[in-house]
């Protein structure tokens, strides 16, 4: 069922047993597991069907540290959220990334690798994936791996339909969750600004999906309202925020023109064993073999050298070029969880509902610029000691600086509400549950204490399967 206001779902009569805030990745599946096993579920979306401007104001933000995104430009508020410009690629984080790493702080998973593995084959089906080959040594300490880039499901578009069609979901659009009420050991209710109107709402269970900032600021202003009521132990709130930073940071050229099969767009993927991370002290990166360095006649020659060398060296001998298959390297990496880089509320802008705006303190630290430099490093000793490739290094990683007008990050919002059984140093159980409060739980890669290399929607849909199949078990009983 899909309403327009709040007061339209009143008067359904249709009573919810978990009222799920947000409708992306994380709050879709989780309602559709929950209506699976029988669950009435209602599903609250700020927003409407299609994007618009009114709505993305709401995410209007400032940001401090490193030059970042705009905050409304950088997530989505409406029916399907961030789905909406998902590019699609898709690989779970790693095994490796739920470890501890003893030469980094406050790094490591409650849960390991194995407690998502049974929802792989259905995250499959949601995401619309072939199944992921295994990765492929080529030494020691560097792996070509399975980067999978889907059809890039839009949430909204695939699920729509059965959606409205359930008996047990409930959508409601426009219905803008301002604010929980909460008395130190359970949610007691919500505040619901939908159709010009203040509403309140009551349900035994409640999940927070609404985005890796938007979880955030929602709990943070909800805390502040009920006194602590909400979220008791908050030292860890809206703090260890992380993103994926990501460059072009290197050119390589390739002895082969097969050295590594490439995907359809020309790409190849790679990332470094556990042992490699650990001698470097760095954490987990990816590296994105982009295989088109040239344009026009160097373009064509350069296209040629990777499936035909003896043509191109000829034909590149008579221009006056010398050429050989190559491309550029991107780097993309696992920030260190650091407790300054966060999420805090605004003390003068608010928004049309009175909530306050977000503020975002973001920088890259040291071992960010060691992950990028050792890393391409590491990457580079490999492919010289298969006698695969050679790699030169931009100018500006050794100057120790990051360019401003490229890529920056991955859009990749990750951390704020952690996952720690040390409620000093977590907000959620390995349940994804609120320290303290028996009937909160949140959704979505902002409970991700470690980040890993990998894009974060193939993890987020296999813990939302998790969370969804464990408050069944909850809302049944």
């Known amino acids: 069922m899909i309403f327009s206001t709040y007061a339209a779902l009143k008067e359904s009569g249709f009573l919810p047993r978990v009222t799920v805030v947000g409708s992306g990745p994380a709050g879709i599946t989780i309602a559709r597991?929950?209506?699976?096993?029988?669950?009435?579920?209602?599903?609250?979306?700020?927003?409407?069907?299609?994007?618009?401007?009114?709505?993305q104001e709401i995410y209007e933000g400032e940001t401090f540290g490193d030059p970042y995104f705009t905050l409304d430009t950088t997530r989505l508020r409406y029916f399907g959220g961030s789905s909406n410009h998902?590019?699609?690629?898709?690989?779970?984080?790693?095994?490796?990334?739920?470890?501890?790493?003893?030469?980094?702080?406050?790094?490591?998973?409650?849960?390991?690798?194995?407690?998502?593995?049974?929802?792989?084959?259905?995250?499959?089906?949601?995401?619309?994936?072939?199944?992921?080959?295994?990765?492929?040594?080529?030494?020691?300490?560097?792996?070509?791996?399975?980067?999978?880039?889907?059809?890039?499901?839009?949430?909204?578009k695939k699920y729509r339909s059965d959606?409205?069609?359930?008996?047990?979901?409930?959508?409601?659009?426009d219905t803008y969750v301002t604010e929980?009420?909460?008395?130190?050991?359970?949610?007691?209710?919500?505040?619901?600004?939908s159709d010009g109107k203040v509403?309140?709402?009551?349900?035994?269970?409640?999940?927070?999906?609404?985005?890796g900032i938007e979880n955030s600021r929602l709990l943070l202003w909800s805390n502040e309202r009920s006194n602590g009521g909400?979220?008791?132990?908050?030292?860890?709130?809206?703090?260890?925020w992380m993103e994926h930073p990501q460059f072009i940071a290197a050119d390589v050229v390739l002895m082969a023109p097969d050295a590594f099969p490439l995907d359809a767009q020309g790409e190849a993927f790679f990332s470094p064993s556990f042992n490699a991370i650990e001698e470097a002290?760095?954490?987990?990166?990816?590296v994105r073999l982009i295989a088109k360095p040239y344009s026009g006649t160097k373009e064509t020659l350069a296209d040629l050298a990777c499936f035909a060398p003896s043509a191109t060296e000829w034909l590149s001998a008579k221009a006056g070029l010398h050429l050989v298959c190559g491309g550029h390297v991107s780097v993309g990496w696992e920030q260190a969880p650091d407790r300054e880089n966060r999420i805090t509320l605004s003390n003068d802008m608010r928004d049309v509902a009175g909530v306050p705006r977000t503020e975002l303190r973001w920088k890259k630290n040291d071992i960010d610029y060691r992950t990028l430099s050792e890393g391409l490093r590491i990457f580079g000793r490999s492919l010289a000691a298969v006698d695969a490739g050679r790699l030169r290094l931009a100018d500006w990683v050794d100057k120790r600086t990051y360019p401003d007008d490229a890529e920056l990050a991955g859009?990749?919002?990750?951390?704020?509400?952690?996952?720690?059984?040390?409620?000093?140093?977590?907000?959620?159980?390995?349940?994804?549950?609120?320290?303290?409060?028996?009937?909160?739980?949140?959704?979505?890669s902002s409970v991700f204490p470690t980040s890993g290399h990998a894009n974060p929607t193939t993890t987020i849909t296999a813990l939302a399967l998790r969370l969804g199949y464990h408050l069944a078990s909850k809302a049944a009983a």
Request: net charge negative; charged share 20%; aromatic share 8%.
């Open 281 to 286: 002290g760095i954490l987990n990166f990816g």
């Open 33 to 55: 597991t929950l209506a699976k096993m029988g669950i009435p579920v209602a599903i609250f979306e700020a927003g409407g069907e299609d994007i618009t401007a009114e709505s």
């Open 199 to 211: 509403h309140d709402h009551d349900s035994p269970f409640f999940v927070v999906a609404t985005g």
């Open 411 to 444: 859009h990749h919002h990750m951390g704020g509400t952690r996952m720690n059984l040390d409620p000093k140093r977590g907000i959620v159980d390995a349940d994804c549950k609120v320290h303290g409060i028996r009937n909160l739980y949140i959704a979505g």
């Open 86 to 156: 998902w590019a699609g690629w898709c690989r779970a984080i790693d095994a490796m990334d739920f470890e501890a790493k003893h030469w980094v702080p406050d790094t490591g998973w409650p849960i390991g690798r194995n407690a998502i593995e049974p929802y792989l084959s259905e995250v499959h089906d949601i995401l619309d994936l072939v199944p992921f080959e295994d990765d492929k040594p080529i030494t020691e300490d560097i792996s070509l791996i399975q980067l999978i880039k889907s059809p890039a499901v839009r949430f909204a």
């Open 163 to 173: 959606i409205a069609h359930s008996r047990n979901i409930a959508l409601v659009l």
């Open 180 to 193: 929980l009420a909460g008395d130190g050991t359970a949610v007691t209710g919500a505040s619901i600004l």
């Open 230 to 240: 909400v979220v008791p132990h908050a030292a860890a709130l809206g703090r260890y």
